[in-house]
Nanobody, 115 residues
Framework: QVQLVESGGGLVQPGGSLRLSCARS????????MGWYRQAPGKERESVAI???????IYTNSVKGRFTISRDNTKNTMYLQMNNLKPEDSAVYYC?????????WGQGTQVTVSP
């Protein structure tokens, strides 16, 4: 099993920044990829950014140039630096890990972008 705990969400004004963190624990060996997903009210959950175990990154088009995914393996933590936030970025953000074909999710952290 893999446990994931997100933190760092909150309320921010448009144009502001937030950094989300995802701490992983448990059986983290052989995790092939981790990522951030988000779900806004009335919408489906969507992929925001993914980082593989080789360090490759993939971003959804709407966040390219504004968000950066990274990880610190010494701290077993993944990050999402979000800059120039827009109201449409408001959502619950979830951390995800893929290990041996199984997916694991955190509980989510709320991000609200509003004047």
């Amino acid at each position: 099993q893999v446990q994931l705990v997100e933190s760092g969400g909150g309320l921010v004004q448009p144009g502001g920044s937030l950094r989300l963190s995802c701490a992983r624990s448990g059986n983290t060996f052989l995790i092939s990829a981790m990522g951030w997903y988000r779900q806004a009210p009335g919408k489906e959950r969507e992929s925001v950014a993914i980082i593989t175990n080789t360090g490759s990154t993939i971003y959804t088009n709407s966040v390219k140039g504004r968000f950066t995914i990274s990880r610190d393996n010494t701290k077993n933590t993944m990050y999402l630096q979000m800059n120039n936030l827009k109201p449409e970025d408001s959502a619950v953000y979830y951390c995800n890990a893929v290990r041996l074909g199984s997916q694991y999710w955190g509980q989510g952290t709320q991000v609200t972008v509003s004047p």
